[in-house]
């Protein structure tokens, strides 16, 4: 089933971000670009400054993996081998092909959400689970539950294939920070058990340990671009909302730390190299040449540009 989302144009950046360039951005009318992920940043810091990395906080599906794929073949395969369809003339179960689901995953945060989107828009289908479209809100509510439930396991099983592997200088900007003293916390806005599986699998079960702070979907009301679960990390952590810098991939997990009042750093995938990042305080296309110290003098200079 082909399907489109009305959204806004594609930014202009996405010509910079596929040239794989690394792009510093301060709050204020200057900014500074470079030619290579590979130069440092070169300014001067006041000794006074207010503010110091003090804890990194890393989303899950797109920084430390590039998930969304795998992601949409588990949506796929539930919704088939549920036999979902949103219309009764439909002649093959409901699939989300490759360019609605880069536009549905950049648009709306966690698993839930995003089936409820798509059924008010398009209809709420047929299946196994009940012969005809449920009417009302728990039967609505079930046949959700049932379709997350099953992909989550379909999801972990790709998972654990061993086919899947951590994004470069993930696993080193991780180890450097604690060696730092920094604080180290993971938030996403997935399933937890699916978000467990995949940091025990991708980042070892010692390093999952070692966190300070671990919160996913089910931890909080509201999902990414809703600032919740980096407000509540901050807390968990004790660690003011100033002297926290994310990782992020998209817009929206990008609108959820700037809401919080955190700065963020965007490490893009094919899926998200359009989109407007334009309060993330540096953009890069993975962190294989950033290091702590990179993070470092780019947070102290974002507040002093603020």
């Given at each position: 089933?082909?399907?489109?989302?009305?959204?806004?144009p594609?930014?202009?950046?996405?010509s910079f971000?596929?040239?794989?360039?690394?792009i510093?951005?301060?709050?204020?009318?200057?900014?500074?670009?470079?030619?290579?992920?590979?130069?440092?940043?070169?300014?001067?810091?006041?000794?006074?400054?207010?503010?110091?990395?003090?804890?990194?906080i890393?989303?899950?599906?797109?920084?430390?993996l590039e998930?969304?794929?795998?992601?949409?073949?588990?949506?796929?395969?539930a919704?088939?081998h549920?036999?979902?369809r949103?219309?009764?003339?439909?002649?093959q179960?409901?699939?989300?092909?490759?360019?609605?689901y880069?536009?549905?995953?950049?648009?709306?945060?966690g698993?839930?959400?995003?089936?409820?989107w798509y059924?008010?828009?398009?209809?709420?289908?047929?299946?196994?689970?009940?012969?005809k479209?449920?009417?009302?809100?728990?039967?609505?509510?079930k046949?959700?539950?049932?379709?997350?439930?099953?992909k989550?396991?379909?999801?972990?099983?790709i998972?654990?294939?061993?086919?899947?592997?951590?994004r470069?200088?993930v696993?080193?900007?991780?180890?450097?920070?604690?060696?730092?003293?920094?604080k180290?916390?993971?938030?996403s806005?997935?399933?937890?058990?699916?978000?467990?599986?995949?940091?025990?699998?991708?980042?070892g079960?010692?390093?999952?340990?070692?966190?300070?702070?671990?919160?996913?979907?089910?931890?909080v009301?509201?999902k990414k671009?809703?600032?919740?679960?980096?407000?509540?990390?901050?807390?968990?952590l004790?660690i003011?909302?100033?002297?926290?810098?994310?990782?992020?991939?998209?817009v929206?997990?990008?609108q959820a730390a700037t809401?919080a009042?955190?700065?963020?750093?965007?490490t893009?995938?094919?899926?998200?190299?359009?989109?407007?990042?334009k309060d993330?305080?540096?953009?890069?296309?993975?962190?294989?040449?950033i290091?702590?110290k990179d993070?470092?003098?780019?947070?102290?200079n974002?507040?002093?540009?603020?």
């Amino acid at each position: 089933m082909a399907c489109t989302i009305p959204l806004s144009p594609s930014s202009s950046s996405s010509s910079f971000l596929l040239s794989h360039t690394t792009i510093f951005r301060f709050r204020s009318p200057r900014h500074l670009s470079t030619s290579s992920s590979r130069r440092r940043l070169s300014v001067s810091v006041s000794a006074s400054s207010s503010s110091s990395l003090q804890a990194l906080i890393f989303d899950c599906d797109g920084v430390i993996l590039e998930s969304e794929h795998f992601h949409r073949q588990a949506y796929n395969e539930a919704f088939a081998h549920f036999n979902v369809r949103c219309s009764s003339s439909a002649s093959q179960p409901l699939n989300w092909d490759l360019h609605f689901y880069d536009q549905l995953q950049n648009q709306i945060g966690g698993g839930k959400p995003k089936m409820r989107w798509y059924f008010k828009e398009h209809g709420w289908p047929s299946s196994t689970i009940f012969e005809k479209p449920p009417e009302d809100d728990e039967g609505r509510a079930k046949i959700i539950d049932t379709l997350q439930d099953w992909k989550t396991e379909r999801y972990k099983e790709i998972i654990k294939s061993g086919t899947v592997e951590p994004r470069p200088g993930v696993l080193r900007l991780m180890d450097e920070a604690k060696a730092a003293g920094k604080k180290l916390a993971v938030c996403s806005a997935a399933t937890k058990s699916s978000v467990i599986l995949c940091l025990e699998n991708l980042i070892g079960i010692e390093r999952f340990q070692g966190l300070d702070c671990f919160l996913a979907g089910d931890d909080v009301k509201q999902k990414k671009p809703d600032p919740s679960i980096y407000l509540t990390a901050s807390k968990k952590l004790g660690i003011p909302e100033k002297d926290c810098l994310v990782v992020e991939d998209s817009v929206i997990g990008l609108q959820a730390a700037t809401k919080a009042g955190m700065s963020c750093v965007i490490t893009y995938t094919s899926s998200t190299a359009d989109q407007d990042f334009k309060d993330a305080i540096a953009i890069y296309p993975d962190l294989s040449n950033i290091r702590l110290k990179d993070l470092e003098l780019l947070l102290q200079n974002a507040v002093i540009a603020n």
